[in-house]
């Protein structure tokens, strides 16, 4: 597998480069990944964000592992609520969902839609399945964690002390509805 990853939108006019191994790769059914998922799809020109049972893919990455190539101008928050404590970013070109980031956060979760067919890292775990009405429905290849426990605290937190304990800032400007 390539440690250097070129991630793009659908139209090709942002770039973000992926270095080095991630901390996870994961799916989530929180509701609030279902709930900006369904939004984000609906905007014209998108595609699917969920994945079969409403599965969002994400690969966590260290934000000092995050270069912002090109179109850096074109990427545009996208909030669940006015108050909401994270957001999502989305290229404003074509309306593909760029990363999930956590106020204070030191990992941005990319979208597993950037990686190109056949290179996203294999899935490690699914995370906040008991936020699924019946979780059951799920394979069971790799964990299915109800919450964001154990093994997910413990790779983000590694990840944290390997970066010295910084939270580096991500500069977005501007707003997206959806
Ligand atoms: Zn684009
Ligand atoms: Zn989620």
Known sequence: MSL??????ACGQVTLIAEKAPIASVECYCSSCRAAGLRLQRLPGSRPVLGRHDGTRYVLQRKDRVRFAEGHERMKAFRLSPDAG???VVADCCHTPLFLEFKGGHWLSLYGGLWPTGTLPALQMRTMTGDLADPSVLPDDV???KRQSGPFFL???KAWIAMGLRNPQIK????INA
């Open 155 to 157: 790779a983000l937190l």
């Open 86 to 88: 994270s957001r999502r």
């Open 172 to 175: 977005v400007t501007g707003e």
């Open 4 to 9: 250097v990853h070129r991630l793009t939108c």
């Open 143 to 145: 964990p299915n964690l």
